[in-house]
Nanobody, 122 residues
Framework: QVQLVESGGGLVQPGGSLRLSCATS????????MGWYRQAPGMQRELVGSIAKGYGYTTTYADSVKGRFTVSKVYGKNTVYLQMNSLKPEDTAVYYC??????????????WGQGAQVTVSS
């Protein structure tokens, strides 16, 4: 596992935008996939979006955020971004970054970030 540092988040009005970032400084980390889950109070954690290594990069999104959220990765760096546009009150949750990958050609493992609160409210 590697340490993931999240930044961004905060309070925004409905219709506004926020950007989350997630990075690891572990230079030995071999990326397979990174992305975000979110968890609202009393709800199960759900996958928001992810980016995975493949032919180029492949992104996936929850139906609830398609067309509004974008996951992107800096090529050659283990940093990913979640650009959130047209935010709605139902997007309010703690957003957790995850990273799937390996160190020194070992088995792939999942690491988690500390979580970032996103609150959409007027």
């Amino acid at each position: 596992q590697v340490q993931l540092v999240e930044s961004g988040g905060g309070l925004v009005q409905p219709g506004g935008s926020l950007r989350l970032s997630c990075a690891t400084s572990e230079s030995r980390f071999e990326f397979n996939a990174m992305g975000w889950y979110r968890q609202a109070p009393g709800m199960q954690r759900e996958l928001v979006g992810s980016i995975a290594k493949g032919y180029g990069y492949t992104t996936t999104y929850a139906d609830s955020v398609k067309g509004r959220f974008t996951v992107s990765k800096v090529y050659g760096k283990n940093t990913v971004y979640l650009q959130m546009n047209s935010l709605k009150p139902e997007d309010t949750a703690v957003y957790y970054c995850f990273a799937d990958g390996s160190l020194d050609l070992g088995p792939s493992q999942r690491s988690w970030g500390q979580g970032a609160q996103v609150t959409v409210s007027s």
